[in-house]
């Protein structure tokens, strides 16, 4: 059974950082793509980074481009967001999820299977 659990959210001020864990079990990141994406209230799930089965290459959002890093561990099994200069517009849920497609991107509907979700706060 495929599972994906998320950690490490909370509430942080403008310019702090988070690092996100997502420790993911029932399959292997060499079938699998896997993302990051996130909701804030009213708004569309929007991705955020993602890691490419296939290339191995990594996508990030122009949104978060140059703040926010993905990062992996086979060896724990978990992959990791870290979140700097965060920004009170970065306030939303945060998800991992995996898909089956070989390119990984930031179309929500292609990723079948999802975490939780950890709430993610910046504000003063």
């Known amino acids: 059974q495929m599972q994906l659990v998320e950690s490490g959210g909370g509430l942080v001020q403008p310019g702090g950082s988070l690092r996100l864990s997502c420790t993911y079990s029932g399959f292997s990141l060499d079938d699998y793509s896997i993302g990051w994406f996130r909701q804030a209230p009213g708004k569309e799930r929007e991705g955020v980074s993602c ?32 979140m700097n200069s965060l920004k009170p517009d970065d306030t939303a849920v945060y998800y991992c999820a995996a898909t089956t497609q070989r390119a990984c991107g930031s179309y929500y509907p292609n990723y079948a299977w999802w975490g939780q979700g950890t709430q993610v706060t910046v504000s003063s």
Do not use: E, H, P
């Open 51 to 82: 890691f490419s089965y296939r290339s191995g290459d990594i996508w990030t959002a122009d949104s978060v481009r140059g703040r926010f890093t993905f990062s992996r561990d086979n060896s724990d099994n978990q992959v990791y967001l870290q």
